[in-house]
């Protein structure tokens, strides 16, 4: 049973950055597809970026302030976030999905992102 448990979150102001990560067990995140979500307060959730082999790929909402990135010997994937504004206040959510599924099956507890403007 594949696991993803997320870290990294917290309170920051606008223009600062954080690292999320999330630590996946049960199967190699190679053989997965990862991905990135966040859910706004009251709003619906959203994709944020995705890594399959070692391609990466960052929503337009998102592109040249987050960047995706797994190192495949800690089994970990990570959401690099930059100059952040108070519209990314979200929880975070790591979700993966193996290569043969067509949604996202498994999915972490998620981090809350919280900017202050």
């Known amino acids: 049973q594949v696991q993803l448990v997320e870290s990294g979150g917290g309170l920051v102001q606008a223009g600062g950055s954080l690292r999320l990560s999330c630590a996946v067990s049960?199967?190699?995140?190679?053989?997965?597809?990862m991905a990135w979500f966040r859910q706004p307060p009251g709003k619906g959730r959203e994709f944020v970026g995705r890594?399959?082999?070692?391609?990466?790929y960052e929503a337009d909402s998102v592109k040249d302030r987050f960047t995706v990135s797994g190192d495949s010997a800690k089994n970990t994937l990570y959401l690099e976030m930059s100059s952040l504004k108070f519209e990314d206040t979200a929880m975070y959510y790591c979700?993966?999905?193996?290569?043969?599924?067509?949604?996202?099956?498994?999915w972490g507890q998620g981090t809350q992102v919280t900017v202050s403007s």
């Open positions: 049960g199967r190699p995140f190679n053989n997965l597809y």
């Open positions: 890594l399959i082999g070692h391609t990466t």
């Open positions: 979700a993966a999905r193996r290569p043969a599924s067509s949604e996202y099956e498994y």
